[in-house]
């Protein structure tokens, strides 16, 4: 580590975000500079893009499988975001989760023993929960993911545990809800998208006639599932404090969300008061695997991090997403 101090008194680091071409990735690698370290980018570039890189970081358009290349250099750290993380996908195709999944992030845990890099955070989700006894969910609750996505990741924290607690590690595991938002230049831009916000402004942007609405029965109060929407620069707050506070030979676990919930029809309308398009809607059957509502305890984040949201209003997280939508429309 150099002299140089950046934010949450971190000495500048050497720091490894693989899947930095991605959403929250480049989100992150963007903030990480900012904040003074130094950030190499792993990214096959199979579901990234180029451009999404943040100025100022190293590319290497390589596979996690390779990261011991990498890792020989010296590093102090790895943000590990590079991940397949389509639920419907993991379902028809399960290999290319447990093996781009699992397989990469055990390759990469080796790679980190082998070189000596003392830390790791890692993007979790809060889909190694299932389907919630009682929300809001808070870390304690059972895991029994209901789909091979959150297998594979709650498989690779049961990993990060034993390559921690064995070799040292100073290990943190951010289980995220929903994430949306943007941060200037860089937000969502799936291929195959099918997330709920930034489908919504597909149609607000003319490129789709009307968004599907999974399910109008559901037990809630207005019958549509509800979800907790967290920006995505709160997010890459949480990095940077989980690397801040990483403890070795330990893997702290942290769920982050908004701490409320928002059900389909409360994100279309404000999706509809921010963009002033009328949005067409339709109600359909529910889609397997979802569970009608989903809300994080943050409270271990906020006590043990220091962490707080900054941005839970749903209309600017949808505001911050529009703009970046218009940005960049296909
Ligand atoms: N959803 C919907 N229509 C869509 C996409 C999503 O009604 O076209 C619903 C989905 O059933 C869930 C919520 O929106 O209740 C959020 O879904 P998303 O895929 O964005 O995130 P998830 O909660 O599955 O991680």
Redesign the pocket.
Known sequence: MTGLSSSYGLDRMRLLVTGGAGYIGSVCAARLVEAGHEVVVLDDLSTGHRDAVPDGCRFIQRSVEDAATVLAEGFDGVLHFAARSL?GESVTHPQRYWLGNVVASLRLLEAMREHGTPRLVFSST??TYGEPESVPIIEEAATRPTNPYGATKLAIDHAISSYALAHGIAAVSLRY??VAGAYGQYGERHLVE????P??LQVALGHRDE?????DDWPTADG????DYIHVLDLADAHERALAHAVPGQHRIYNLGNGTGFS?LQ?LDTCRQVTGHPIPARATA??PG?PAV?IASSDRARSELGWKQERCDLAMIIADAWQFARRYPR
């Open positions: 639920v809060a889909a809800f929903n099918t997330h709920l916000i489908l919504i968004i599907m609405v999974f399910g549509t599932c509800i979800r389909v994100v529910r889609r979802d989903l």
